[in-house]
């Protein structure tokens, strides 16, 4: 995770906590990191598009033309300049979940995983409206994309989220510490408990910081909260990071996504001591090679199911 402040993100979330009013924080984090990332998506589009005019081949609306260099295409409608233009209006809570849907629509790689619950009572279109005009500065120049400024902001915005949950998020110090450690320099790297994604965002960092490429690693991960999960989705997208997380949130003690594969690198910071964890439905499970893990507490499960000898190859 970044630890350079950019100079603006506390001034930026300040701000934004003070439009919350009296949504929960659970609950605002959403609210705030799907319009980051909306902004972010339509930034890039919008860097793409202004290319593909200057070449002057028709091209600019051709999806192919955006996909081909990982750019999720992002249709007239949820476009950031139309969001903003009705960030006054009544009705914005509708528009950007017509955006949100029309993005997934176009990108299949974000189905079901952007929120589309913007125009619920509970939020305040006002504040809603402001947060926009929040969050609608330019990033266009290229200082600014080299510090890869939404991308940060994103990451700011979820730690300080995090703080107060950490179900979904480990510090930036102890998720630098492990890829330091382990030095994920190419391979797969698997993360059976990957919550928001911090664990593949650093381990990204740490193979470009070393002259290496983002593809040199493959991501594979896991997530059991529904929400957690797709916040994981969203942040891998901010970064360009392609990752196998499965179709969809799961279990990994009783619905392991990945049980064929054999990880170079395996990072976790597993939520430890767990109580239920649904032993009793997994005694004869194959990775208890070294006896049956307590069914009062998920550690030694933790531990057997991470442990490599435990893992198939393929």
């Given amino acids: 995770m970044a630890t350079v402040n950019l100079g ?11 439009l919350r009013g009296n949504i929960e924080a659970s609950e605002y984090k959403h609210v705030v990191l799907g319009l980051i990332f909306l902004k972010y998506i339509s930034d890039a589009f919008e860097e793409r ?10 091209f600019e609306e051709d999806i192919d033309a955006y996909t081909e260099e990982n750019v999720f295409f992002v249709p007239k409608e949820a476009r950031w300049e139309y969001i903003k233009s009705n960030a006054k209006q009544p009705a914005i809570g509708q528009i950007i979940d017509e955006a949100m849907i029309a993005i997934e629509k176009e990108n299949a790689s974000l189905k079901g995983v952007l929120p589309k619950n913007y125009a619920r009572p509970e939020i305040d279109k006002t504040k809603l409206g402001e947060l926009i005009d929040l969050f609608s500065f330019k990033v266009g ?18 730690g300080k989220f995090g703080s107060s949950e950490g179900e979904f998020y480990t510090p930036p110090s102890i998720v630098k510490l492990l890829v330091e450690m382990i030095e ?10 990957c919550g928001s994604g911090g664990m593949f965002v650093q381990s990204q960092r740490f193979v470009e910081e070393h002259s290496g490429r983002k593809d040199d690693i493959h991501i594979f991960g896991q997530e059991y909260t529904a929400t957690t999960w797709r916040l994981c989705k969203m942040n891998l997208a901010i970064r360009g990071i392609d990752g196998n997380l499965g179709e969809r949130d799961a279990d990994t003690f009783s619905n392991d996504l990945h049980k064929i594969l054999k990880a170079d690198y395996i990072l976790a910071n597993p939520p430890f001591n767990i109580k ?15 006896g049956m893990p307590p069914a009062g507490n998920a550690n ?9 000898s435990s893992r198939q190859t393929v």
């Fill in 141 to 158: 120049d290229k200082e600014a994309r080299a510090k890869d400024v939404l991308g940060r902001v994103y990451e700011y915005f979820l």
């Fill in 184 to 193: 994920p320099y190419k391979g797969r790297v698997y993360d059976p408990c």
């Fill in 49 to 58: 598009y202004n290319e593909l005019v200057a070449e002057g081949e028709g």
């Fill in 300 to 308: 030694y499960a933790w531990i057997q199911h991470i442990f490599p």
């Fill in 8 to 18: 603006f993100e506390n001034n930026l979330w300040e701000m934004a906590d003070k």
């Fill in 276 to 290: 239920d964890w649904g032993a009793n439905r997994l005694a004869d499970d194959v990775r208890w090679k070294y």
